[in-house]
């Protein structure tokens, strides 16, 4: 048994190792966007005309200040809206708009009971996501989440990208808000990793990888590909499914912006089950996912760190250390770069801390990825 253990240790360390290696590679392939000397040198005549699309639900602490950044947008006001659509909440996240409305014209919002009764659906965001696009008149959509603070130079940044590589979806930078707290240390350093992974991967076309607090695609390709038909029976995934539908069906016309003004903060979860609850509902996409690339990729991460586990179960000490020696390097090497984009590289002094922490989440992770419900936002999903 500690034989056969070994051998498959080593042989996922391997692998384990060389997919770092490979995402380390393509993520320093990448290279700053290079915007405009001034990012208003483009005649009003040639902006993009943006819809901000945000599906809120119960966000009343959150929505006033996600709407406030994007409203100071350093773009004309008049080449972009925002559309809310309020996902049948329970607060007064709707209330707080419809208040904002009165001093914003290009601020509009949508209420999800309008169109749907409450546990008709299964994929409420993708439902407000389509509602929003509908309603839209930008030739642009971009999507973030109503936690969410955005960078003033955000659209201007979205609008030089488009006219300069003429993309169908464009996938951006995403990082939590940094505090106080060893829960949200974790967070940073594990969300470091997930935004590295998706820089690289988009980069080098190898998966449909995204993050709906951040992105844009252009409403004549979601047209195209028919919105989220086939995969709004899926609660989760409005980001991810649409990418890989457009990179399938549109000659992979798939970008990433890879600018620092262009990274949208949003918020960590406040506890520990929030934490895991994010994470099934993350993972649980690639049960869906036609792009299977990410699914093995998800089962090697877990044979491997699972692998852990067995070794302090049988008491094999020695070769725990030395496969936890191996898993730390190579994921500082891939990290060290990630972090310096982010400058967050104070947060790897706390890598070697977390080792234990991370290993198990992925493991729990892992074991309850096929979970029929979970909960999220105060709603059972299924």
């Known amino acids: 048994m500690h034989t056969l253990l070994d051998w498959i240790l080593a042989i996922s360390t391997?692998?384990?190792?060389?997919?770092?290696?490979?995402?380390?590679y393509w993520f320093g392939n990448l290279h700053y966007f290079k915007a405009a000397a001034a990012l208003n040198s483009n005649l009003p005549s040639e902006r993009t005309r943006f819809s901000v699309v945000i599906a809120a639900r119960n966000e009343a602490e959150n929505i006033k200040i996600c709407i406030e950044t994007i409203l100071a947008q350093?773009?004309?006001?008049?080449?972009?809206?925002?559309?809310?659509?309020?996902?049948?909440?329970?607060?007064?996240?709707?209330?707080?708009v419809k208040k904002m409305q009165e001093q914003h014209t290009n601020l509009h919002l949508l209420n999800m009971a309008d169109y749907f009764k409450p546990n008709e659906i299964i994929s409420y965001k993708k439902k407000a996501i389509e509602i929003g696009v509908q309603h839209a008149k930008g030739n642009w959509i971009v999507t973030t989440d109503a936690d969410c603070i955005i960078p003033p130079n955000w659209l201007l940044l979205f609008d030089q990208y488009i006219h300069q590589y003429q993309p169908v979806f464009v996938a951006a930078p995403v990082m939590f808000i940094k505090e106080r707290g060893l829960l949200n240390q974790f967070q940073l350093l594990d969300f470091l990793a997930l935004q590295g992974i998706t820089a690289a991967a988009v980069a080098a076309g190898k998966h449909s990888m995204c993050n709906g607090a951040n992105l844009a695609f252009e409403k004549s390709a979601f047209i195209a590909?028919?919105?989220?038909?086939?995969?709004?029976?899926?609660?989760?995934?409005?980001?991810?499914?649409?990418?890989?539908?457009?990179?399938?069906?549109?000659s992979n016309r798939i970008g990433y912006l890879f600018h620092p003004d262009a990274i949208v903060l949003t918020q960590a979860m406040q506890?520990?089950?929030?934490?895991?609850?994010?994470?099934?509902?993350?993972?649980?996409?690639?049960?869906?996912?036609?792009d299977r690339s990410i699914f093995w990729v998800l089962v090697l991460v877990f044979v491997f760190n699972f692998s852990f586990l067995l070794l302090l179960l049988m008491g094999h000490f020695g070769s725990l250390?030395?496969?936890?020696?191996?898993k730390?390097?190579?994921?500082?090497?891939?990290?060290?770069?990630?972090?310096?984009?982010?400058n967050l590289q104070s947060q790897l002094s706390y890598f070697?801390?977390?080792?234990?922490?991370?290993?198990?989440?992925t493991i729990l992770a892992g074991l309850f990825w096929q979970v029929k419900t979970y909960t999220w936002k105060g709603r059972r999903v299924k």
């Not at 391997?14 to 380390?24: D, F, G, K, N, V």
């Not at 350093?74 to 707080?96: G, R």
């Not at 390097?329 to 972090?339: K, M, R």
């Open 225 to 250: 590909v028919g919105g989220y038909q086939g995969v709004d029976q899926i609660a989760s995934g409005d980001d991810m499914f649409l990418m890989h539908k457009m990179k399938l069906t549109l």
């Open 271 to 290: 506890n520990w089950k929030g934490f895991l609850m994010q994470r099934i509902r993350w993972s649980t996409k690639a049960l869906f996912c036609d």
């Open 321 to 326: 250390l030395i496969a936890l020696a191996f």
């Open 14 to 24: 391997i692998l384990y190792a060389s997919l770092l290696m490979a995402y380390r």
């Open 74 to 96: 350093n773009y004309s006001t008049d080449f972009f809206e925002i559309i809310v659509i309020d996902d049948f909440s329970e607060d007064l996240t709707a209330a707080i």
């Open 352 to 361: 070697l801390l977390y080792q234990p922490v991370h290993i198990t989440y």
């Open 328 to 342: 730390t390097f190579f994921e500082l090497f891939f990290l060290e770069p990630v972090a310096k984009f982010y």
